[in-house]
């Protein structure tokens, strides 16, 4: 089993900067990827990117695409995503979710999951 636990989300400015940890544990050595998913009240939940363990790759949510980066610690056990230049709409919970089998922004491949970290941008 995958346990996964995010941190680092708060309150910012718009144009401001987060970094969202999450840290894995249990089978770490099996997973295949990480990805950050996010809900804002009233909407459906919406992937934001992944980092696929097999060859590096990432994904990115158009919406996130030249401002947010995905990455990894050298233990493959911290995932991290830096977002810059943040803006009202990016405000939600952000999720880290944990799949063994495939890579991408579909949460439905997505079995394990963290409890999620509030992200608030303001004026």
């Known amino acids: 089993q995958l346990q996964l636990v995010e941190s680092g989300g708060g309150l910012v400015q718009i144009g401001g900067s987060l970094r969202l940890s999450c840290a894995a544990s249990g089978f770490t050595l099996t997973y295949r990827a990480i990805a950050w998913f996010r809900q804002a009240p009233g909407k459906e939940r919406e992937g934001v990117s992944c980092i696929d363990r097999s060859d590096g790759s990432t994904y990115y949510a158009d919406s996130v695409k030249g401002r947010f980066t995905i990455s990894e610690d050298n233990a493959k056990t911290t995932v991290y995503l830096q977002m810059n230049s943040l803006k009202p709409e990016d405000t939600a919970v952000y999720y880290c979710?944990?799949?063994?089998?495939?890579?991408?922004?579909?949460?439905?491949?997505?079995?394990?999951w963290g409890q999620g970290t509030q992200v608030t941008v303001s004026s």
């Open positions: 979710a944990g799949s063994d089998q495939v890579a991408g922004l579909d949460e439905y491949e997505y079995p394990y």
